[in-house]
Nanobody, 112 residues
Framework: VQLQASGGGSVQAGGSLRLSCVAS????????VGWFRQAPGKEREFVAAVTWSGSKAYYAESVKGRFTISRDNAKNTVYLQMKTLKPEDTAVYYCHAPPYYWGQGTQVTVSS
């Protein structure tokens, strides 16, 4: 099983990034996927999640209206479109397929 996260980088406040998470080998025909993030010295926190069909999405209050999660099951890929980025969005972002599977993380750095 592998979750490969990519798309991180360094941007200025107000900028945008799109993260991708490609899944392979998950032993389930349908699975939700979430994004979490961890800033230095802080606990990992929930950012967003999407159901298998993509019909339902859930967001942390801190990112509502700025981030959009989506998925393309034909490509086994989940995306996190991040807009109007703020310095407090700086963190390592991880994708997660419950209950066990985590990606390796991709760094997002937002400068003021």
């Amino acid at each position: 099983v592998q979750l490969q996260a990519s798309g991180g980088g360094s941007v200025q406040a107000g900028g945008s990034l799109r993260l991708s998470c490609v899944a392979s080998g998950i032993p389930s025909d349908s699975y939700a996927v979430g994004w979490f993030r961890q800033a230095p010295g802080k606990e990992r926190e929930f950012v967003a999640a999407v159901t298998w069909s993509g019909s339902k999405a859930y967001y942390a209050e801190s990112v509502k209206g700025r981030f959009t999660i989506s998925r393309d099951n034909a490509k086994n890929t989940v995306y996190l479109q991040m807009k109007t980025l703020k310095p407090e969005d700086t963190a390592v972002y991880y994708c997660h397929a419950p209950p066990y599977y985590w990606g390796q993380g991709t760094q997002v750095t937002v400068s003021s």
